[in-house]
Each structure stands twice: as C-alpha cells, then as structure tokens.
C-alpha cells in the first residue's frame, strides 16, 4: 500500500524558508486520481491545510498562506516538496504530507509527521 | 478561528455510544464530501469515514458518518478505551476562499 514519510529539518530561523520534502513508496505519484497534500498541526491545535499539487504540477494553496507557500513535484523521484518563506514562530508545527482523492479530497494515508520548530 | 465547527470535547462510558457534530456552510458541507479522521496521542490522523459515511476496510461498523444540510455528524457505539482521541471533520470549500477546511477537533474521553 501507498506510504508517505516526510523528511527535512526540525530547526528553522527566523525569517528563513522552511523546507521539507514527502517522499511516496508504493505507488506512482505519477498515476494520477490524486493532489499531493501537505497539512500542518500547531502544538495542541487543529489541523490547517496548506495546499496540494497534481502530478501534472497544478497548485491549490491555502490563501492564507498562499503568498508564502510554494509546492513542487518531482516525479522521477515520486517525491513533493513544500517550501514556506519568511517563516516566525507561528509557523511551528508538525508538518504532514497526505494523499488526497481527486474526486471527494479524502485525506488518506498521512504520514508520520515532522515537527518544525522556528527559532533563533 | 476553524472554518467547521465542533464540540470542543464529549464523553461517555465504556459500551455506550457518543456522537460528535460538525457544523458548516453551503460552501463547504453543504455541497460537498465529508470525512471524519481520528488522531490518537502522538499519531497522526487516520481516515475514518469519507464521502459523507463510508468506511475505509478495516474500520469497525461502531464507527459511522451522516450528513443533513450542512452538518455532518460522527457516530461511536460500543465504546472502547482504545476510541479515547480527537476526532476531525474535513470537507472542501467551495467559496472564493477555497481550499481544504477542517473543524477544530473534538477530544473524546471514555470515562
């Protein structure tokens, strides 16, 4: 079955760009039927989308997020990445990557997460 | 400021059944899927329910999803200590704002 693992450092400055990067194995990202997610969880809080990518390199963002946010694909290595500029404290968080359905954008499989914390 | 709304904690005994509402708009439940996910401590979210109130294989028939108008709501039965989590809705918005929106999360005790 289809697996997700995000990857990336756990420690960002001030004012840098967060990057971290979702591999998939046992599927394509290539095959389509799916956007390429990426959500965030602040410390004790609820879950924020932040955007997804289609195979062909189509990008939905959270428009709170959107001028900040920018989502890549790389299909010869069945890997997105998620970049964030001009990062503050309040973009700590645990990071997740997600499949989600064409059709209804169903969530599922997640990843594991990967908590990133800003600070100088 | 979550754009679903939900009870931000509900409870009950071992056996008996809980129900965890979801509220939302026209632009968002109103006129699309809902699915449900349930994040146990230090996990992440799993998929519970998706398209309003299916089960992906290997989720118990105790859990089930309805939706009327705009809410959704996410019924327990046969509590477990094990189903202590917090529970998401998540659904599509339609709006000029649009994008993936989910509540704030319910926090499920099992007395």
């Known amino acids: 079955q289809v697996q997700l693992q995000e990857s990336g450092p756990g420690l960002v400055k001030p004012s840098q760009t967060l990057s971290l990067t979702c591999t998939v194995s046992?599927?394509?990202?290539?095959?389509?039927?799916?956007?390429w997610s990426w959500i965030r969880q602040h410390p004790g809080k609820g879950l924020e989308w932040i955007g997804y990518i289609y195979y062909s390199g189509s990008t939905y963002y959270n428009p709170s997020l959107k001028s900040r946010v920018t989502i890549s694909v790389d299909t010869s290595k069945n890997q997105f990445s998620l970049k964030l500029s001009s990062v503050t404290a309040a973009d700590t968080a645990v990071y997740y990557c997600?499949?989600?359905?064409?059709?209804?954008?169903?969530?599922?499989?997640w990843g594991q997460g990967t908590l990133v914390t800003v600070s100088s | 400021q979550s754009v679903l709304t939900q009870p931000p904690s509900v409870s009950a005994a071992p056996g008996q059944k809980v129900t965890i509402s979801c509220s939302g708009s026209s632009s968002n439940i109103g006129n699309n899927y809902v699915s449900w996910y349930q994040q146990l401590p230090g996990t992440a979210p799993k998929l519970l329910i998706y398209d309003n109130n299916k089960r992906p294989s290997g989720i118990p028939d105790r859990f089930s999803g309805s939706k009327s108008g705009t809410s959704a709501t996410l019924g327990i039965t046969g509590l477990q200590t094990g189903d202590e989590a917090d529970y998401y809705c998540?659904?599509?918005?339609?709006?000029?704002?649009?994008?993936?929106?989910f509540g704030g999360g319910t926090k499920l005790t099992v007395l």
């Open positions: 997600a499949r989600a359905e064409y059709y209804d954008r169903t969530f599922d499989p």
């Open positions: 998540g659904t599509w918005d339609s709006s000029l704002s649009a994008g993936g929106v």
């Open positions: 046992g599927g394509s990202i290539s095959s389509g039927g799916y956007y």
